[in-house]
T-cell receptor
Framework: GESVGLHLPTLSVQEGDNSIINCAYS??????FIWYKQESGKGPQFIID?????DKRQGQRVTVLLNKTVKHLSLQIAATQPGDSAVYFC????????????FGAGTRLAVHP | EPEVTQTPSHQVTQMGQEVILRCVPI?????FYWYRQILGQKVEFLVS????????KSEIFDDQFSVERPDGSNFTLKIRSTKLEDSAMYFC??????????FGPGTRLLVL
């Protein structure tokens, strides 16, 4: 979803459930995508990345899926824990190399016990 | 542990004053970036810096902004004459492990 001012879309889940956070990216030429987690008052923290020649990549408790046809990225978090509560941003990078990151609007994940 | 440290963690300044934000990487890096995040909004690119030169800058990065690597270690962002709308979190980032950008903890700037 899109954020409007201070109102981030929020995903509320129960502890132990799986979470899926979605992101639509803007540039069809983007070839590298990253998910960041941002806790209140802190900098974005790298979670997982994926290149455009892949559809899926798995990490520890996290999986990123890439659908280039519809320019969609998702982050799946297995067995969500209270410590996963944060704002999650996707970011895209195009033309490879060390170019700027373009961030999405962010989704707030709220994990309830 | 962050890849970079940033100082100060918080800064309050009067409109029209100059501020210098500092970024100190833990190890040697060639690529540096500054981003900002206005409260409640997404992270926005300001400038990238490679080999002691600006490689790309955004529309936000106007003549009031400048970057320097004065001593080969610190990487600074200067805002010459701050405006109210410069109030934001400012993040420094470096590249490690290929293309992945790692962010510092940020400096919260408040312009009054």
């Amino acid at each position: 979803g899109e954020s409007v001012g201070l109102h981030l879309p929020t995903l509320s889940v129960q502890e132990g459930d799986n979470s899926i956070i979605n992101c639509a990216y803007s540039n069809s030429a983007s070839d590298y995508f990253i998910w960041y987690k941002q806790e209140s008052g802190k900098g974005p923290q790298f979670i997982i990345d994926i290149r455009s020649n892949m559809d899926k990549r798995q990490g520890q408790r996290v999986t990123v899926l890439l659908n280039k046809t519809v320019k969609h990225l998702s982050l799946q978090i297995a067995a969500t824990q209270p410590g996963d509560s944060a704002v999650y941003f996707c970011a895209e990078n195009y033309s490879g190399g060390y170019n700027k990151l373009i961030f999405g609007a962010g989704t707030r994940l709220a994990v309830h016990p | 542990e962050p890849e970079v440290t940033q100082t100060p963690s918080h800064q309050v300044t009067q409109m029209g004053q100059e501020v210098i934000l500092r970024c100190v990487p833990i190890s040697n890096h060639l690529y540096f970036y500054w981003y900002r995040q206005i409260l409640g909004q997404k992270v926005e690119f300001l400038v990238s810096f490679y080999n002691n030169e600006i490689s790309e800058k955004s529309e936000i990065f106007d003549d009031q902004f400048s970057v320097e690597r004065p001593d080969g270690s610190n990487f600074t962002l200067k805002i010459r004459s701050t405006k109210l709308e410069d109030s934001a979190m400012y993040f420094c980032a470096i590249v490690r492990g290929g293309e992945t950008q790692y962010f510092g903890p940020g400096t919260r700037l408040l312009v009054l």
